[in-house]
């Protein structure tokens, strides 16, 4: 199998756990409002399962959104330079991507770890929620992120695409 087909698969698996994610916490913020309205009994720790729950989501979305092109590019400029540049400037903003997300992870790889070890959690009072999963769901959406600005510079260098197409 090769690292593309890997790499979609894992990209497609995780956006699908992310969206089933975000479709759960919608409800425990729903039953979180009903609960504090309705009953005067909120759902407790409903706002620190949210906030560590963004960046879970946000990490897990990240490997498809870059895989499928969805990610924020300025291309006013180089869709009217010939083909050839604007494979070379694809190229660059790819090895940058790659490079941003590899800072990411060796700049929060201790982080992750010693958060695993002295189990670190959020939260005071009736919900302390870990802060692990988060840090490492963020090594592993910057590990495929990294992944596939690889694949798509490979597909622009190797595989070029037609004439006039970004």
């Not at 759902?43 to 990490?59: L, M």
């Not at 924020?72 to 400037?89: E, G, K, M, T, V």
């Amino acid at each position: 199998m090769s690292l593309i087909k890997i790499s979609d698969i894992m990209s497609k698996f995780m956006m699908v756990i992310a969206a089933i994610w975000a479709f759960g916490l919608a409800f425990l913020i729903l039953a979180n409002i009903i609960g504090r309205s309705v009953f005067d009994s909120p759902v407790y720790g409903t706002a620190e399962i949210v906030a560590i729950s963004i960046v879970i989501i946000v990490f897990l979305q990240v490997g498809y959104a870059i895989r499928s092109q969805s990610m924020l590019r300025a291309d006013f400029l180089i869709i009217h330079l010939p083909y050839s540049i604007q494979r070379i400037f694809l190229f660059i903003g790819y090895l940058l991507g790659a490079v941003f997300f590899l800072m990411i992870i060796t700049g929060g790889w201790e982080e992750s770890v010693l958060s695993y070890i002295e189990d670190e959690f959020e939260g005071e009072g009736a919900l302390r929620v870990p802060s692990w999963p988060a840090r490492w769901m963020v090594m592993i959406g910057s590990t495929l992120a990294i992944i596939n600005y690889i694949v798509l510079a490979y597909i622009d260098v190797f595989k070029p695409r037609p004439s006039g197409s970004l």
